[in-house]
């Protein structure tokens, strides 16, 4: 049996919302997927996600959340990661950091669908913790009927998360970076059946500069004045990936890159 997961790349503010909620109804169709993996951690105001930015993702159709960097950035979270079944933080950062360490979602079909968040530690300002390790340990854990396995490895730095795919190949169905918010064209199934790819891009407005107002981030640039960087509003796309997963053996079998250009407003 072959299972179909959409994994979806930084939502950003509520253009990135609206990407969603215009593309996952038209995907889940077209592509009879089993399982949505959303990156929200861009979903309140460009930054972090508030419980109420919750509610509204699994309203919109994610069935696991995953966040990155600024996890905590709305305190109002924090309550929702300790509570929660389908929201993971980062597996690599302190171990008294709230919040679990992988979630598993049940498909229709009644297979699990196990997610781990991973932080990349290079030009990344928060303190995390080998991601690497954690990996190894949280992996150890996992259930043992928990046989399809997704990894967002969430960093800047494009060698970091090529090195996870190689760490992780023939052990995970998928790694799939996230965080710069710009698309790689590098997707592909490693050898021992891992499908990769090193950013999936966002979900929002790419008239933009990684989702913020260009002309408050070019002119900040030019005169090397701060400035208030607010969530951009025009030509929103969906970026993921698709991938095929063989379910009794965990191993991957294509992978797709997923634009889904939304309406023009
Ligand atoms: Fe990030
Ligand atoms: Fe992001």
């Not at 990936?241 to 634009?259: F, M, V």
């Amino acid at each position: 049996m072959q299972l179909q997961l959409l994994c979806v790349g930084d939502v950003v503010g509520s253009p990135g919302r609206r990407g969603l909620q215009e593309a996952l109804p038209v995907l889940t169709a077209k592509h009879a997927i089993d399982c949505v993996i959303v990156n929200a951690e861009n979903v309140t105001q460009g930054a972090g996600l508030a419980a109420a930015g919750y509610e509204k993702v699994i309203q919109d159709g994610a069935h696991l959340i995953t966040l990155g960097d600024h996890v905590y950035r709305r305190r109002d979270i924090i309550p929702v990661l300790e509570r929660a079944e389908n929201i993971v933080r980062p597996a690599n950062l302190p171990s008294a950091a709230p919040g679990r360490e992988f979630a598993i979602h049940e498909t229709a079909s009644g297979r699990k669908v196990a997610v781990i968040s991973l932080l990349g530690r290079m030009f990344m300002k928060t303190n995390a913790n080998c991601p690497f390790a954690a990996a190894d340990r949280v992996l150890a854990a996992l259930p043992k009927d928990a046989k399809i396995i997704v990894v967002d490895m969430h960093a800047e730095a494009t060698s970091e998360k090529v090195a996870m795919g190689w760490h992780l190949d023939g052990r995970v169905s998928v790694v799939f970076g996230t965080h710069t918010h710009i698309p790689t064209a590098d997707e592909r199934i490693l050898p021992k059946g891992t499908a990769y790819i090193t950013d999936v891009g966002m979900t929002g407005p790419y008239d933009s500069v990684l989702g913020r107002n260009k002309d408050r981030v070019v002119g900040s640039m030019i005169s090397g004045v701060p400035s208030a960087f607010d969530v951009a509003e025009a030509d929103i796309r969906l970026c993921g990936i698709l991938a095929t997963i063989d379910a009794d053996t965990g191993r991957a079998t294509k992978i797709e890159r997923i634009r889904f250009d939304a309406t023009a407003a």
